[in-house]
């Protein structure tokens, strides 16, 4: 376990190492590996280490086209792996992801997907970034103030200033803080978080997906399949129907 967050640096998957290269060696990523070993000492981290940079691994950065944010990981066994707002295939839908699904079924009129797995929007180039990379089992943002945040503001601040066109997509006021660290070029979408506690505030009705495509095609890009999680084998919809 220790030699894990020991080498949190050499982590980082080999396709971000050029953008970030000046953060590998910097004493407050030395902290937060010191931190990380602590912690999973004394008690359970979600993810698990090989998950940590899971976000990172599936979409390199040149591949970028639109960025999710989320705050931290979901702290629930085995709901973390690695994917902001997502879960593994099999695991019930947490609220904010349910309702996620249910804003995609109404903007591009198609069937909400039972499967939690988003790595299929990875795949097409968006970045699902938790503002924070771990949390303590059973204790949301138990990671808050640790050195997260100075390394993830790093990345969108990074990714925003590659030449492709990429959307932001801010949902909730933590999220949408993080719009100054984004180059001016770059289109920024915002809405309230898909939390039951505010989805109903302005998220239902928002149209995140078609309006991301919107973007990307005006810049001249390809958009994005939203519906691509369709295709996956799962038996969430029938564990989360009470959920």
């Known amino acids: 376990m220790s030699g894990q967050s020991a080498s949190l640096a050499d982590s980082i998957p080999s396709g971000w190492r050029s ?11 030395r902290a937060l590996s010191s931190f990380l070993d602590q912690e999973r000492r004394a008690s359970t981290v979600f993810p698990p280490p090989e998950r940590v940079f899971a976000a990172f691994a599936a979409t390199p950065p040149e591949r970028v086209r639109a960025v999710i944010l989320g705050q931290d990981p979901y702290h629930g066994p085995g709901q973390a792996h690695g994917l902001c707002f997502s879960v593994p295939a ?3 839908l947490p609220p904010s992801l349910r309702n996620i699904f249910k804003e995609l079924a109404s903007d591009l009129d198609c069937p909400a997907p039972t499967s939690g797995d988003l790595q299929p929007w990875a795949r097409q180039g968006v970045l699902l970034l938790n503002s924070l990379l ?4 059973s204790t949301p943002l138990s990671h808050q103030g640790a050195g997260w945040e100075w390394f993830t503001d790093e990345v969108i601040s990074r990714v925003s200033r590659q030449q492709q066109s990429i959307v932001f997509l801010l949902w909730g006021g933590p999220a949408q803080k993080k719009r100054a660290l984004i180059d001016a070029r770059q289109p920024v979408l915002t809405a309230p978080h ?3 506690l505010s989805a109903h505030r302005g998220f239902f009705g928002s149209r995140p997906f078609s309006r991301c495509n919107a973007a990307l095609r005006a810049a001249g890009c390809a958009p994005i ?10 038996v969430v919809a029938k564990s989360s129907a009470t959920n």
């Open 90 to 92: 099999g695991i019930p």
């Open 194 to 196: 898909p939390s039951p």
């Open 225 to 234: 399949d939203w519906s691509a999680i369709q295709a996956q084998p799962s």
């Open 19 to 29: 953008l970030l290269a000046d953060l590998l060696n910097d004493e407050r990523m």
């Open 134 to 137: 771990t949390v303590r089992q």
